[in-house]
């Protein structure tokens, strides 16, 4: 049995590509692995709120110093770590807003880039401890961006990640979704067939 956690991101409901993709990605996980526990943490319903002092505090304080605020802010960030390191398999869905991630996965990030959790630092520079873990990143964009400098996300989650040790990360764009013609059938159409190899 692995365990699969699957963030949502977009602040669409119903008409969100990213979710249609995850949502694809899950039906079709599931079919093929009926035992795998499948959690769903979506940061568009539930925030989580931006790095502040207050979890800095949490992090950085010993017990006996931390404000009540503090401590909330601290059991709340280990909420997200403890969920994460219990994840074999991370699905990441990302659609592009202002061509980079949406905030809220941003604020997500930052709570678990966590020095002596999900990284360490070594003499000889960082270290992930996310070992063993695969990652799928399912973006929506309204343009084409694949490939290009003017891709700001890829690069970047490809960069965090394997700064806390996920080196295995499969990205699955459709692209074009607000683009007129057939590229918004195009781009779905690709990213469904990509999507339909994977599970
Ligand atoms: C606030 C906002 C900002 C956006 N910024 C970009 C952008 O910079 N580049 C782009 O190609 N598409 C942009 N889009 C279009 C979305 O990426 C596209 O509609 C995508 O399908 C959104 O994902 P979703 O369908 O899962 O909600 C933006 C959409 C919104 C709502």
Do not use: C
Not at 9 to 24: E, G, I, Y
Not at 51 to 66: C, E
Not at 78 to 100: C, G, I, K, R, S
């Amino acid at each position: 049995m692995s365990r699969v956690l699957i963030i949502e991101s977009s602040a669409r409901q119903q008409d969100s590509v990213s979710r249609q993709l995850t949502q694809t990605f899950i039906a079709q996980w599931q079919a093929a692995h009926p035992k795998d526990q499948i959690t769903v943490r979506d940061l568009a319903v539930n925030p989580v709120p931006h790095l502040d002092i207050n979890l800095l505090g949490g992090w950085m304080k010993p017990a006996d110093q931390r404000s009540d605020i503090e401590q909330v802010s601290l059991e709340r960030s280990n909420q997200l770590t403890d969920e994460l390191l219990a994840a074999d398999v991370l699905v990441m869905a990302a659609p592009m807003y202002n061509f980079a991630i949406p905030s809220t996965l941003k604020a997500w990030l930052d709570h678990v880039l966590r020095a002596g959790v999900t990284f360490k630092y070594t003499e000889t520079g960082p270290q992930g401890l996310l070992s063993g873990k695969r990652a799928y990143v399912l973006t929506a964009r309204g343009g084409i961006y694949a490939g290009s400098t003017a891709d700001h996300q890829e690069p970047y989650l490809r960069q965090v990640m394997g700064f806390i040790g996920i080196h295995d990360v499969t990205f699955i764009h459709a692209e074009g979704m607000n683009l007129g013609g057939d590229f918004q059938e195009k781009g779905l159409n690709q990213a469904n067939a990509k999507l339909s190899q994977v599970a």
